[in-house]
């Protein structure tokens, strides 16, 4: 029934058996290699899409160059109706594009469906704020003169994604770009190519419904080579990449080495840190749909637990129960929990992780493996595992993109816990479950978690779009989707006015002529 589905839903996003990987909006193209799209649900080949070759490339930027010069004169509440357009037809084809997502990618088709939900609400944002893109109003020290900031249109933003978000985040990056009059080049990752061409098709004929030009939306495809033609290209003022920290440090240096912008949205290593006062129940709830959640590929999966020795025993014990009732299987059959990884080479990580922290002395309460027999043909499925392991362990130290999570035990006051979750290079989510206030505050204090992202009584997996979300040092300092994270989107200028007949100079200066 799945195959028969999916006929269906491939048909209704207009994605074919072979697509052109190049894009302006209606207009595709493409002439170089081919990427097959495998989906890790079965192994089975789902769809091929040609990738974008340097010529491609260079019809793309002229396009997108050229449209940037119309959309930055439309109006911004103009451009924001057309992203309400864009959520609307997004609403209409939730389940198909849900479906592909899951299908794809691996994840549950509810996460699937969530993450189409997360782009619908990103546009209902994006509209509300098409009427807010406001700067500030200061008073002049010169008399008879007025002084303003306003924001402008940045340009070309170029998009580099992720697999494990393969819809969501360009979107988040999109919907604001497009309101505040930019235009947008997009490569989705090589792993989940056939999500881009299904957004791709659904952008495009919103901009050719409303007789907008080509290069408004665009799309390349292929891996990171064609990634590279955008981080070394001026005309893109802003590269917004969101995947791992090698990525990111490649990628930051490339596009500073012409000064131009980068948002970086890296990988994290996220701890949930459970005090004496922690409500266990909820605790192992967060935890466990953290760290399990989209098979642990989530930027914001929970990694570690940091729990007090107090309460140690009690969480190991409840964690491994709840471990017993996961259900591993195909992510369309919403009776299980947890799918596959979104490839082989994801499975061969994991299994080197599980060896790693055995040999540097950690005990595996919950033993991993991967699955094989009916069901598993892809090779992808495995088990969630649970390690008790110590802070200082190299592999604890890494963020490792599968369900494996490390238990640290700490002793004594809440900051010897937030000592350990603040010893790593990356810094995106973080989370207290405690009851106690001091605790709490504490955590939430300038010496509490350095993330960008620290919840209270909630897991560190998922967040609301209405938020600035990324987050601090090796993750990045990127900030998307919420809050005011739209001015890295735009340039801002600011302007002196001069309504007298007179021209003071600064400083005091006489020019006499
Ligand atoms: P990845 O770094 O392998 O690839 C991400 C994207 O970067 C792909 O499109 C890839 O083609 C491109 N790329 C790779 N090298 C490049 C280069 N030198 N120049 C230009 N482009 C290049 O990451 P992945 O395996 O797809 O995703 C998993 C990682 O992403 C994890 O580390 C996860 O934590 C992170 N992630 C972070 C966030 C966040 O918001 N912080 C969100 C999702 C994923």
Redesign the pocket.
């Known amino acids: 029934t799945t195959e028969f589905d999916m006929e269906k839903t491939l048909k209704s996003l207009g994605v074919k058996e072979i697509n052109e990987g190049t894009s302006t909006g209606s207009d595709n193209f493409s002439s170089g290699t081919i990427i097959e799209s495998r989906s890790p649900v079965d192994g089975a080949l789902i769809a091929k899409v040609k990738t974008t070759s340097k010529d491609d490339y260079e019809k793309v930027m002229t396009r997108a160059v050229e449209a940037f010069k119309i959309w930055r004169k439309k109006p911004a509440p103009q451009r924001g109706e057309i992203v309400r357009q864009f959520g609307e037809k997004l609403r209409k084809l939730k389940e198909p594009l849900g479906k592909l997502v899951s299908y794809e990618m691996g994840k549950s088709y509810q996460e699937g469906l969530g993450e189409v939900q997360e782009m619908i609400d990103i546009c209902d944002f994006a509209v509300g704020l098409s009427r807010q893109l406001h700067g500030l109003t200061m008073h002049s020290e010169r008399p008879g003169h007025r002084m303003y900031e306003q924001y402008h249109p940045l340009g070309v933003v170029g998009i580099?994604?992720?697999?494990?978000?393969p819809v969501a985040?360009w979107s988040w990056n999109t919907a604001l770009a497009w309101v505040c009059g930019d235009v947008c080049v997009w490569?989705?990752?090589?792993?989940t190519p056939l999500c881009g061409i299904a957004c791709q098709n659904i952008a495009a004929e919103v901009f050719k419904a409303n007789g907008l030009p080509e290069g408004i939306s665009c799309l390349i495809n292929g891996?990171?080579k064609?990634?590279?033609m955008?981080?070394h290209d001026n005309r893109i003022p802003l590269v917004s990449?969101?995947?791992?920290?090698?990525?990111g440090k490649?990628?930051a240096q490339?596009v500073a080495a012409r000064l131009g912008k980068s948002l970086l949205?890296?990988?994290?290593n996220n701890a949930i840190i459970v005090t004496p006062e922690a409500d266990i129940k909820m605790t192992v709830i967060g935890a466990v749909f953290g760290a399990v959640g989209t098979a642990g590929?989530?930027?914001t999966s929970t990694r570690r637990l940091i729990i007090h020795e107090s309460v140690y025993d009690q969480v190991r014990d409840a964690l491994i129960d709840a471990y017993k009732q996961l259900r591993i299987g195909n992510p369309l059959d919403e009776s299980n929990h947890v799918g596959p990884l979104i490839d082989t080479d994801a499975v061969k990580l994991y299994n080197s992780a599980l060896q790693k922290v055995v040999s540097e002395g950690g005990n595996l309460i919950v033993e991993g493996g991967v699955l094989e027999g009916e069901g598993y043909e892809s090779g992808c499925y495995v088990k969630p595992a649970i390690a008790e392991a110590r802070p200082d362990f190299e592999i604890v130290q890494h963020?490792t993109?599968a369900p494996v999570l490390y238990l640290l035990k700490y002793s004594g006051s809440v900051e010897n816990a937030i000592e350990i979750q603040n010893g790593v290079v990356q810094g995106?989510s973080s989370a207290i479950m405690t009851n106690n206030l001091r605790d709490a505050e504490q955590f939430l204090s300038s010496s509490g978690s350095d993330c960008g992202i620290a919840n209270v009584n909630i897991g560190t997996s998922g967040a609301e779009i209405g938020g600035a979300?990324?987050?601090e040092k090796e993750?990045?300092g990127g900030r998307?989707s919420g809050s005011d994270a739209w001015k890295i989107y735009m340039r801002r200028q600011t302007n002196t006015i001069n309504y007298t007949a007179e021209l003071p100079l600064a400083q005091g200066i006489k020019f006499d002529l």
């Open positions: 580099i994604s992720a697999f494990n978000f985040v490569k989705p990752s090589e792993k891996d990171y064609v990634g590279e955008m981080t990449a969101t995947g791992s920290i090698r990525m490649i990628v490339a949205e890296l990988g994290g590929q989530r930027c963020e993109f995106l979300f990324g987050g993750t990045g998307e």
